[in-house]
């Protein structure tokens, strides 16, 4: 573990100082969208690359990729050498869109307002686009960042590809096609799932971005905290978005927990008591980076953002 | 490009020198079975890890992680260095394999003489034990692979990736799927899908194997054009058998492709001009090989079992 208290010693001045987040988000949202539009090209066969595309460009708040860039900087790299791999883990979450919407798991015919991957490709070709830009992540990554000592990029591949595997997002997936519909799911199970369906791939982005920068073991360790408790605030938030939003709001179909009986934080806790846990676990996350001053901001600010998002 | 010209020098012997293949695929067959066995171990959620076991331990002749460590023998390495990607790569084509084998694509109830992974675990986790296993395949080459220099590991990682991807295996699927019942398909396009759903995987072996010795581009170049042709070879041999071959000999449901009215090598050559194909597509790529002399061997005689083995 190495230390760092060169970080530590830059005290925050007003934690409210005025930072623009809407104007943070679109500017990197379209930093992004950018770069997702540059990273696919359509070749022949084109009705994998155009599948592989549809799913990838049907935009969304891109906060993953955001993630792995603001980590990057907080660390003191520049987002260029993260770029790639804030791409890749967004074919990764797409991935996991695509093959969580398919009638055999989900089965969900509006994903992000408009038609699910199969709905528009057929089944056996959306299959084979998620696992196109799964194996296209990695290829992207190697491929196309710059400026990284090959070590870094590595440990990056490693921790990106756990984070999708068995050991995260997919056994998060079993465990909660598992608990469905059983009337016996427990908090902890509940929250197993989702540290593993949501948390373990914003943890990878965070950390990614953090290991391309050459950050230190500790400072690892904090940001990954911090997106562990994000992405279980997300979650929570999530959850009872999918209560009180309407489909418009969500671009996908609201109600579905409910309807498929589903254990969700609000079914344990209620509404109100599920909005103060999420809101606990943002400020333990933000409690995370208050070593870091101002050059936090970014990170500090999407944490506040998940639990007042509306959609 | 580098030269190989100290490679070149050495002349080849007897070609026809005593060479045990049966001996050397059984004895590399056992040890990849051990690293296999050995790579995932069944963890909470149990059920996914089983179904990745499930499918990856199910035999088969583990020709490509055996080309893998082949090839980097050839090239000076030893096989140790190689067994790690050696694993990924039987990983993948696992993946490939399930994900085929799914209603939604070829529909297949058996697989290497078992039930298919959805028929035993279902179509989600089947879905889902794929995509655990593709991500795992690169987890384990950057977490595994010792002694060799990690430009080298990335170089082997985007390879793969890459003859996974919509640029090979996906790629090849797409085309063949959409070919399926078609009255007009070509040669041309019939050996773009083999070349893409067979070949690149299977030069992703060699190639692997070759670069984590260190070998030079323009051995590297020579092993690709062996992989490639023994890769089609193998596919025109596996149409043949799909029409000679009974289901115990192969395993797997026989005489699929005539039922599927699926174009293939037989349907335009018929059999016996299909066998001499393949014998000559073996005869180039083992030409490719002849300056290594005795040392290519395995790989001379593995390239000669592709038109002699019966299932």
Redesign the interface.
Known sequence: MTSSSNLETVATGNPLAPFDLSAYLRDRQAQVEAALDRSIAVTY?E???EA?RYSLLAGGKRLRPILCLASCELMGGNSEIAMPTACALEMIHT??LI?DD?P??DNDDYRRGKLTNHKVY????A??A???L??????FI??ETRHV???R???V??RV??A???AGL??G???D??AEGKPDVSIDLLTFIHRHKTAALLDACVVSGAVLAGAAAADIERLSKYAQDIGLAFQIVDDVLDITATQAELGKTAGKDVQAQKATYPSFWGIEESQRQAQQLVAAAKAELASYGDAAQPLMAIADYITTRTH
């Open positions: 066969p009705k994998i690359y592989m991935m996991s093959h398919l055999a798991m057929g089944e056996d070709v299959i084979l998620g696992d196109g799964l194996a296209y992540a990695f290829e190697v491929a000592a090959p070590e990029v590595l440990h591949i490693a590809a756990r999708v595997g068995a997919v056994g997936q079993v465990v096609l598992e």
